[in-house]
């Protein structure tokens, strides 16, 4: 997996991963997603358009990734999962407890606007 973390604003981090986010790649991807309200990043926005595969501890790195920025007060949304990404999420359910946006313009006037 390789991360690319771009800043649209100050306060907002589109993550970029590319890859399988596994059991072999999730506790990285969960580090890099504890590290950010550190740097002043408030919302995060995933975008999962390049993950190919996710399996439960990826998710559970998102939960870890969703309850950190929303302690403090921010958001933390996703930009379009492919199909195998998406199913994972809706058979967890999870995709009732992400806000998930088609694309990243979506997502960044939602969290700047507090649409989520």
Known sequence: MNVKIEHPQPNIAVVRPKGRIDAA???QFRDLLRRLPSQGVE???I???DVSFMD???LSALV???KLIRR???ALVLVGP???VRMALQLTMLDRVFRIYNSLRDA????NGRHY
């Open 25 to 27: 790649t999730s506790s």
């Open 43 to 45: 919302h995060v926005i």
């Open 47 to 49: 975008d999962l358009r």
């Open 56 to 58: 439960s501890s990826g």
């Open 64 to 66: 870890a990734g969703l």
């Open 72 to 74: 403090k007060g921010g």
């Open 82 to 84: 492919q199909p195998p």
């Open 108 to 111: 960044v006037a939602a969290v």
